[in-house]
C-alpha cells in the first residue's frame, strides 16, 4: 500500500513569491496534518484537515493556508514568501482524526527561499 | 500547555552499544498519548510506538525498550546493541486533549550518531 506522498521533495523559490505544496495521504486516511520542521523552532503543526474542513490551526500567520479535497488530497499554500519560511514541510495522514490511531508521515517537502 | 523537552541535543556511540535517549514531557490532562519517531536523513518520520497515560508497562520490541514514568513525566527510549542503521534524529512527541488529541507536539529531537 502506497505511503503518503508529497511533491515536489525540493523546491527553490524567491521571497515575496507564493509557493503550492501538495501531500496525497494514505488510500482511505481522510485526516491531513502538516508540520513546519525547522533548525531553530523545530517540528511545529500548521493545520489539519478532516473531510475537507479545516479541523485545528497552530499559530503561523494568514500567509500560510491550506484546503482538502474531496478524495482527501490536500495542498497547502504560501503566500509572500520570506526567508524564514525556509523549511521542510512534513504531510501526515490518519484514518480517522484522534491520535490515538496514530498519523503517517510522508518525506516532506524541502523548501528554500532565496 | 504542552511541552515536550528532550536535553540530549547529540549522542555517539560506538556500535554494539546501549543508548538511551531521554523525554520529559509537561501536560495538565490526565489522558493523553506519548509518542516516538525516527526522522532518517531521508527526511519522513517514522512511527516507532505509542503509549497512553493509562499505560505505564514498560515495552519491548526487540532491541528497543521503552520506559514511562508517569511519576517523572519520562518517557524514556532505549536502543540495545545500536547499529549504524539506527543514526537518525529521534523525536518524542505529545497529544492530549488539550489539542483535541489531534496535533502532536514534538520535543526538539535528538540526533544519534552510531559509528561502526
Known amino acids: 500500500k502506497a505511503g503518503v506522498t508529497q511533491t515536489p521533495r525540493y523546491l527553490i523559490k524567491t521571497r515575496g513569491q507564493q509557493v503550492t505544496l501538495s501531500c496525497s495521504p494514505i488510500?482511505?486516511?481522510?485526516?491531513v496534518s502538516w508540520y513546519q520542521q525547522t533548525p531553530g523552532q523545530g517540528l511545529q503543526f500548521l493545520f489539519e484537515?478532516?473531510?475537507?474542513?479545516?479541523?485545528n490551526k497552530g499559530n503561523f500567520p494568514g500567509r500560510f493556508s491550506g484546503r482538502q479535497f474531496s478524495n482527501s488530497r490536500s495542498e497547502m499554500n504560501v503566500s509572500t514568501l520570506e526567508l524564514g519560511d525556509s523549511a521542510l514541510y512534513l504531510c501526515?495522514?490518519?484514518?480517522?482524526?484522534?491520535?490515538?490511531?496514530?498519523?503517517?508521515f510522508g518525506s516532506g517537502t524541502r523548501l528554500t527561499v532565496v | 500547555a504542552q511541552k515536550v523537552t528532550q536535553a540530549q541535543t547529540e549522542i555517539s556511540v560506538v556500535e554494539k552499544e546501549d543508548v538511551t535517549l531521554d523525554c520529559v514531557y509537561e501536560?495538565?490532562?490526565?489522558?493523553?498519548?506519548l509518542f516516538w519517531y525516527k526522522q532518517p536523513p531521508s527526511g519522513e518520520l517514522v512511527f516507532l510506538i505509542r503509549?497512553?497515560?493509562?499505560?505505564?508497562q514498560n515495552e519491548i520490541s526487540g532491541r528497543y525498550s521503552w520506559n514511562f514514568q508517569k511519576s517523572t513525566s519520562s518517557f524514556n527510549f532505549t536502543i540495545t546493541a545500536s547499529q549504524v542503521v539506527d543514526s537518525a534524529v529521534y523525536f518524542c512527541?505529545?497529544?492530549?486533549?488539550?489539542?483535541?488529541?489531534?496535533?502532536?507536539?514534538f520535543g526538539k529531537g535528538t540526533m544519534l550518531l552510531v559509528s561502526p
Open positions: 501526515a495522514s490518519s484514518f480517522l482524526r484522534k491520535q490515538n490511531y496514530g498519523y503517517t
Open positions: 488510500s482511505g486516511h481522510r485526516s
Open positions: 484537515y478532516f473531510s475537507e474542513t479545516q479541523r
Open positions: 501536560t495538565r490532562d490526565t489522558t493523553y498519548y
Open positions: 503509549r497512553n497515560s493509562f499505560d505505564e
Open positions: 512527541a505529545l497529544s492530549d486533549e488539550y489539542s483535541g488529541y489531534s496535533t502532536l507536539t
